[in-house]
């Protein structure tokens, strides 16, 4: 049974948990990739025993659909999981390097250290796989883990702080719920590192708050991810990718496309291909989308009102609506929505969507595309919809993104072996397997002297040891 706790904990126990996880540290730091991997096997283990109280939790918070939980939650992690039991031993092991040849006599290598205390900062929009997939990170590196779970899905954080006290003693991971006080009071601590998924406003108070003891950060923030749509698109397989890219979580994921930039020459045909997509993914029987059990709910009504509000002022100010609108404020639904005849003055275009709100705009030639584009901040995901080659690449050599895909959306996360991660506003920093166990250490170059010496050039500085210094510089 799930037990709600208090809306705020107090300072003394976050203080005494820190404390004691600093303690424990160089202990943690010592294990071994064998007993690392048993911690981490724990955590599949209980995954998949209670894989319905997982979906149950998260229906329960927003109405996710089970499929969807399964796709967008434990797929994820899984595959992380496993990643690491096949290569941790291999990552912990000591990275020889070359050695120039003004240094010879000496050999050097990279030592992936753990960085210490961790907190991880999770969203609600993905509450579980966002907090558990950088967690088993973190255990792979070898450090000691302070959780703090979104307060906008109660139901799953209770959970998760269920699942990691069965599995875990406190010095070595933790769970800490609440509100905005509990971040701040988790902030002021003087972490080794710290990784936080969600705004980029609320990004930026991170590293402020991050900056006062010089921690090291990750942060998977977001911003407006464009989809570019060009003339030689597979119009019927495009309009199905975006549609699901789009409206999978009820547009609540950070990559998704929040808006297109669609060839003139196609919108109409993309238009009506969405249309039928959106029709057959979630109203095939005819029954109205508000009653598909494969569609999820806005997370509540603060976001609810938010999004409407982006959906209500575009379409006060010229915006048509090309497929959906309707809504619900009582159950926060609202149907996948196509908007066209938008403009750079509304706020859909100018704030992030994180909701089923989607904008579509045309261009004449790439270029016009481009500079829509790059007149943003640089999005987390850049989408390219395209059976040319050379357009592909023209996209790609003038824009920049964190990641990009091509002729796809929203798979780059699932692929444990691509960096993910933004760039500037869109994020700080790397995730996914081995990218994430570098974010969570501190790569330590070690140098060991074999034979020789570097004598020959120690003061005093005689003519001869200063031709001896310029040979080296010029030589070697």
């Not at 987390?380 to 895909?405: E, F, K, P």
Request: hydrophobic letters at 40%; proline letters at 6%.
């Amino acid at each position: 049974m799930i037990t709600a706790l208090p809306q705020t904990t107090p300072r003394d126990a976050i203080q005494a948990a820190f404390d004691a996880q600093r303690k424990h540290a160089p202990q943690m730091a010592l294990t071994t990739a064998e007993q690392r991997i048993e911690r981490i096997k724990r955590i599949q283990s209980w995954i998949t025993t209670h894989e319905t109280d997982i979906q149950r939790v998260m229906y329960d918070d927003f109405r996710k659909p089970s499929a969807e939980v399964m796709l967008g939650e434990l797929m994820a992690v899984h595959a992380e999981i496993k990643h690491i039991i096949k290569n941790l031993r291999q990552w912990m092991l000591p990275q020889r390097l070359p050695t120039p040849l003004s240094l010879v006599g000496t050999k050097s290598h990279i030592r992936h250290e753990p960085k210490g205390n961790v907190l991880i900062i999770a969203p609600w929009n993905y509450p579980f796989s966002l907090m558990i997939k950088p967690l088993v990170s973190a255990i792979a590196a070898g450090n000691v883990v302070i959780l703090k779970p979104s307060e906008m899905t109660p139901h799953t954080a209770n959970l998760v702080r269920e699942m990691i006290a069965e599995l875990f003693p406190a010095n070595e991971v933790t769970v800490f719920e609440g509100d905005a006080a509990v971040s701040t009071a988790l902030l002021e601590l003087p972490f080794n590192h710290i990784f936080f998924t969600g705004s980029p406003a609320v990004g930026r108070i991170v590293m402020a708050a991050a900056a006062k003891h010089l921690t090291s950060v990750t942060l998977e923030l977001g911003g407006k991810s464009p989809a570019i749509v060009d003339e030689t698109a597979n119009i019927k397989e495009t309009a199905g990718r975006l549609a699901w890219g789009k409206c999978i979580n009820n547009g609540q994921t950070c990559i998704a496309p929040d808006y297109l930039l669609v060839h003139r020459s196609v919108k109409e045909p993309l238009i009506q291909a969405m249309r039928e997509t959106l029709t057959a993914m979630y109203s095939p029987d005819g029954k109205p989308i508000e009653q598909s059990d494969s569609y999820a709910r806005i997370v509540n009504s603060k976001h609810f009102e938010r999004v409407k509000g982006l959906l209500d002022d575009a379409v006060q100010q010229g915006a048509t609506v090309a497929f959906g609108g309707n809504t619900n404020e009582a159950d926060n639904f609202m149907e996948p929505t196509l908007l066209e005849n938008v403009t750079d003055e509304m706020r859909v275009m100018q704030e992030e969507i994180f909701g089923p709100v989607l904008p579509v705009l045309t261009y004449e030639n790439l270029d016009d595309a481009l500079r829509t584009v790059n007149s943003r901040e640089k999005p987390l995901a850049l989408y390219i919809h395209s059976r040319s080659r050379q357009n592909t690449q023209y996209i790609l050599d003038r824009t920049s993104a964190g990641d990009t895909v091509i002729n796809d959306t929203l798979l780059q996360f699932g692929n444990v072996e691509l960096p993910f991660g933004g760039v500037n506003n869109s994020g700080l920093g790397k995730s996914n397997g081995f990218f994430s166990f570098q974010e969570f250490s501190n790569q330590r170059g070690v140098m060991q002297r074999e034979f020789g010496t570097m004598k020959f050039i120690y003061p005093p500085y005689t003519d001869k040891v200063k031709k001896l210094i310029g040979f080296f510089v010029k030589w070697l």
